[in-house]
């Protein structure tokens, strides 16, 4: 395990290796595993940089972060600039369903509200703005309310039995309870049911899974 000293010393190499980050900015200190970022940065980008570095080294078992961004003359925009930006980028952002995701900038500080289908999604529309100048921080309050329906299940359960060569699922029943969905009917083994389970949960939306199969040997 590696000691505080040594592991300051890692944070503070790869935080110069980081060519986005001016690591004179950035003051590192490590008590116990916890590493405490502090110091004035000239971006939110830079920020974000710094955070990601330091999580990539290994030994750190938590990061405290008090850096500021201290925007220059250059990076300074008003709040309404930074809104119309943002609504651009997240319109240009093809994997960002259009009118799903709503901004609001307050201080050069970026929320992103709204509900989005995938997980992948919400990181897209997050990645998008982050590196927009003037951006001061980003609080990310986009939900995450995919549509189930039994056709959807039905066709992954499908799919992933076809995958693995086993027999067909038109004895699976699949019914839909908002984000709940049940599964009975009967399977030819405990691997088909454990399959059918599995994909089920795969299924964007799904929150519960309640097995009421069967196995008929």
């Known amino acids: 395990m590696k000691t505080d000293a040594a592991l300051q010393l890692d944070i503070i190499a790869e935080l110069k290796w980081e060519p986005s980050v001016n690591a004179a900015h950035v003051g590192v200190e490590v008590k116990d595993g916890i590493v405490t970022l502090a110091g004035h940065v000239d971006t939110y980008a830079e920020k974000w940089d710094a955070e990601r570095a330091a999580q990539r080294v290994s030994g750190v078992k938590a990061i405290a972060v008090e850096m500021d961004v201290k925007l220059s003359g250059s990076n300074m925009r008003t709040d309404a600039d930074i809104a119309r930006s943002a609504a651009n980028v997240l319109a240009w952002t093809?994997?960002?369903?259009?009118?799903?995701?709503?901004?609001?900038?307050?201080?050069?500080?970026?929320?992103?509200?709204?509900?989005?289908?995938?997980?992948?999604?919400?990181?897209?529309?997050?990645?998008?703005?982050?590196?927009?100048?003037?951006?001061?921080?980003?609080?990310?309050?986009?939900?995450?309310?995919?549509?189930?329906?039994?056709?959807?299940?039905?066709?992954?359960?499908?799919?992933?039995?076809?995958?693995?060569?086993?027999?067909?699922?038109?004895?699976?029943?699949?019914?839909?309870?908002?984000?709940?969905?049940?599964?009975?009917?009967?399977v030819h083994s405990w691997a088909e049911k454990d399959l059918a389970t599995h994909s089920a949960w795969g299924t964007p939306g799904v929150r519960k899974v309640v097995d009421h199969m069967t196995v008929a040997l």
């Open 94 to 186: 093809t994997s960002v369903p259009a009118d799903s995701v709503k901004v609001k900038v307050e201080g050069g500080w970026l929320t992103l509200s709204g509900t989005v289908e995938w997980e992948y999604q919400r990181h897209a529309a997050a990645d998008g703005v982050r590196y927009l100048m003037g951006v001061t921080g980003i609080s990310d309050q986009i939900l995450l309310e995919p549509k189930v329906s039994s056709d959807a299940v039905r066709s992954d359960i499908e799919a992933a039995l076809k995958r693995r060569a086993q027999k067909d699922s038109r004895q699976i029943s699949v019914s839909v309870d908002g984000h709940e969905v049940t599964l009975g009917g009967s």
